[in-house]
């Protein structure tokens, strides 16, 4: 009884949900929270049933004993007086969850939204959709790969950083339907959302790459882009003893896209330390005109490749591995069709990457597939109840948690003008950040907006290598990461950016 009300009473309500391009937008229909949803997924687990087995009536339910054996414990889960049959046509709403703020993905943009909407909504209103047991902090993988930090050290527990009391469901989400305000986890359980926050990131495509990822089972090839292969680059490295060690660029929009050279960097002063690096010839194929798109940045890059002997090809785009050969082909980009065959002693691949499949057939994608927001209010484009962060949505800039981190505080701020029906007022600029780490002890910290211009936090100039900046990336940043951003305190640099500038930037 109680889900077919609280579904009529949230069919029966509609009224506006905020302003999008200055109108004012009407809520969809939707179901109203379940008082029965928890209960029922309790006694479903009591059961060591699938919640939506409940509603769908599966095999061993057809059996008469076993049958009877669950409507007794159906019995004792819900309150008296309220009869068997009525559950029983109802079961598929009880499957069913709500709440009033619902993220999905609870990687960097996830959990940091979760927490700053855990102070907003209250905690028993928000749910993070994760199938991850651990959340990684990405950006130490670079590191890692050049032995300087343990894959350990840079994963936690997702029960730990899921801000206490909100809901970890442990699900991947297979489809949302942002017209029924509603998505459906691979679990068959069906939740539905008064507000949807999308933080899926980024789909790898290794197996876009013929070859892969068979081919890292060989001892001479890694990447530091999976946990999988993120070790496999510091064997590789140990291993190398003199031929080509080759890096790669792919032909995609990546996330961090000066991590594909960050590791060369790293490669080559390895190589110096160990004497070998004159018996090495270091060579970046990457499928890009330029080697960094903000000029300043790139300028400095350009100086380091130079000199540090280092080649740099472009338009040049990995297409097949032939591991027992330590063979890598390339494509020429300038010229489809054309190939170009490399021998390697060590091979750093960036794979491909795109779009979530799950954003991709839904109706909040772009053409091209990714989360269709505002860039700079990060509302979507046509469902003003749904937001976007991170890595998954088309917002112009380059991809990192650093951008995600400026993007909560403006995605916060959002959230909350939409809640008073009032206009969004603070604009995100497209701040995003990359320490290029340029040996074991310096980086060049490159910081810029949509406009491709750098927007430095310090008032020294950043295109320098610089001792300080190494120590920010790897012992200041992961610290800020962990007690800062995932716990919803920290949204970027820019208020220090305007003390440290006297106001003037
Ligand atoms: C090698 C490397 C180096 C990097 N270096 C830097 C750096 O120096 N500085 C920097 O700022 N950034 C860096 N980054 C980039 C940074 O880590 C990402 O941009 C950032 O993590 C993006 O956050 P996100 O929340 O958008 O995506 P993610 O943190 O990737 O989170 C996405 C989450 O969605 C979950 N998910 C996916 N599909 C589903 C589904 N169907 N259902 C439910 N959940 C799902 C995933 O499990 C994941 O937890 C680096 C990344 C790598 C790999």
């Known amino acids: 009884m109680c889900c077919q009300v609280c579904l009529d009473q949230g069919l029966s309500s509609s009224r506006s949900v905020g302003v999008i391009n200055g109108k004012e937008l009407e809520r969809r229909p939707q179901p109203s929270p379940s008082p029965c949803s928890v209960d029922t997924n309790k006694c479903a687990t009591d059961w060591n049933l699938n919640p939506c087995q409940v509603g769908r009536s599966p095999y061993f339910l057809r059996k008469p004993h076993t049958r009877m054996s669950a409507m007794y414990r159906l019995k004792q889960c819900y309150p008296k007086g309220i009869s068997i049959s009525n559950l029983h046509t109802s079961s598929q709403a009880c499957a069913k969850e709500h709440f009033k703020m619902l993220v999905l993905?609870?990687?960097?943009?996830?959990?940091?939204?979760?927490?700053?909407?855990?102070?907003?909504?209250?905690?028993?209103?928000?749910?993070?959709?994760?199938?991850?047991?651990?959340?990684?902090?990405?950006?130490?993988?670079?590191?890692?790969?050049?032995?300087?930090?343990?894959?350990?050290s840079s994963g936690r527990p997702t029960a730990s950083v899921v801000p206490s009391g909100v809901k970890w469901v442990k699900s991947r989400v297979q489809e949302i339907?942002?017209?029924?305000?509603?998505?459906?986890?691979?679990?068959?359980?069906?939740?539905?959302?008064?507000?949807?926050?999308?933080?899926?990131?980024?789909?790898?495509?290794?197996?876009?790459?013929?070859?892969?990822?068979?081919?890292?089972?060989?001892?001479?090839?890694?990447?530091?882009?999976s946990i999988q292969t993120v070790e496999k680059t510091w064997i590789a490295l140990q291993n190398f003893k003199e031929g080509n060690a080759v890096f790669t660029f792919p032909n995609t929009p990546v996330k961090c896209a000066g991590a594909p050279q960050k590791i060369m960097y790293l490669a080559d002063s390895y190589l110096r330390k160990t004497g070998k690096r004159e018996k090495a010839k270091i060579i970046y194929n990457t499928s890009l005109p330029v080697l960094f798109g903000v000029k300043k940045y790139a300028d400095v890059l350009w100086e380091i490749v130079r000199s540090r002997n280092i080649q740099v090809n472009h338009r040049q785009n990995l297409i097949e591995v032939r591991a027992d050969q330590r063979e890598a082909v390339f494509e020429n980009l300038d010229n489809p069709g054309e190939t170009n065959v490399v021998q390697y002693e060590l091979l750093h691949v960036t794979p491909p990457m795109g779009p979530i499949q799950v954003i991709k057939s839904s109706s909040l994608a772009d053409e091209a597939g990714w989360l269709n927001v505002d860039k700079e209010s990060l509302q979507h484009k046509n469902y003003p109840n749904v937001f976007g962060i991170g890595d998954c949505t088309n917002l112009p800039t380059a991809k990192t948690a650093a951008a995600v981190a400026a993007q909560t505080a403006i995605l916060d701020r959002t959230i909350s003008k939409v809640l008073k029906n009032q206009k969004p007022d603070r604009k995100y600029d497209g701040y995003t950040s990359c320490p290029l780490v340029t040996s074991y002890s310096t980086v060049v910290l490159?910081?810029?907006?949509?406009?491709?211009?750098?927007?430095?936090?310090?008032?020294?100039?950043?295109g320098k290598e610089s001792r300080i900046m190494y120590h920010m990336k790897a012992d200041l940043m992961p610290h800020i990461y962990?007690?800062?951003?995932?716990?919803?305190?920290?949204?970027?640099?820019?208020?220090?950016r305007k003390l440290l500038h006297l106001g003037m930037k």
């Not at 910081?447 to 100039?461: M, R, S």
């Open 105 to 152: 993905g609870g990687g960097s943009g996830g959990i940091a939204m979760s927490a700053r909407m855990k102070r907003r909504f209250g905690a028993d209103n928000v749910a993070v959709v994760e199938p991850a047991e651990t959340h990684y902090y990405q950006p130490i993988w670079t590191l890692v790969g050049a032995g300087a930090k343990t894959l350990a």
């Open 482 to 496: 962990w007690q800062g951003l995932l716990k919803g305190f920290w949204g970027g640099p820019g208020p220090y």
């Open 177 to 225: 339907n942002p017209g029924s305000n509603t998505v459906i986890t691979d679990d068959g359980k069906e939740i539905s959302y008064e507000y949807l926050i999308v933080a899926l990131g980024i789909q790898l495509h290794y197996e876009k790459i013929k070859g892969l990822p068979e081919a890292f089972d060989h001892p001479n090839i890694g990447s530091n882009y």
């Open 446 to 462: 490159a910081e810029f907006d949509y406009t491709g211009q750098p927007l430095e936090t310090f008032p020294v100039n950043q």
